[in-house]
């Protein structure tokens, strides 16, 4: 049997790793494009805030345009 739940962002990670605890539940989150693009962007964005800060190291142009 197939399952649609909508979960509040916030409490949504906490869900997923519960469901994925269970032996007998196969869990995956299901987003709309402009969610996986706005969740793309903000892990994008902070990573860029952890760069600057120091707190992660950047990669090298050459990599990330092999990447592509």
């Known amino acids: 049997m ?3 739940l909508e979960i509040k962002d916030d409490k949504a990670d906490f869900f997923m790793e519960l469901l994925k ?3 007998f539940v196969k869990a995956q989150s299901v987003l709309s494009d402009k ?3 706005s969740a793309e962007l ?3 964005v902070e990573n860029l ?3 600057m800060d ?3 190291k950047a990669k090298p ?3 990330l345009i092999n990447e592509l």
Request: proline letters at 5%; aromatic letters at 0%.
């Open 61 to 63: 142009i050459d990599e």
């Open 42 to 44: 903000s892990e994008a």
């Open 54 to 56: 120091g707190k992660m």
């Open 21 to 23: 605890n269970l032996p």
């Open 49 to 51: 805030k952890l760069v």
């Open 35 to 37: 969610q996986q693009l």
């Open 2 to 4: 197939k399952l649609l």
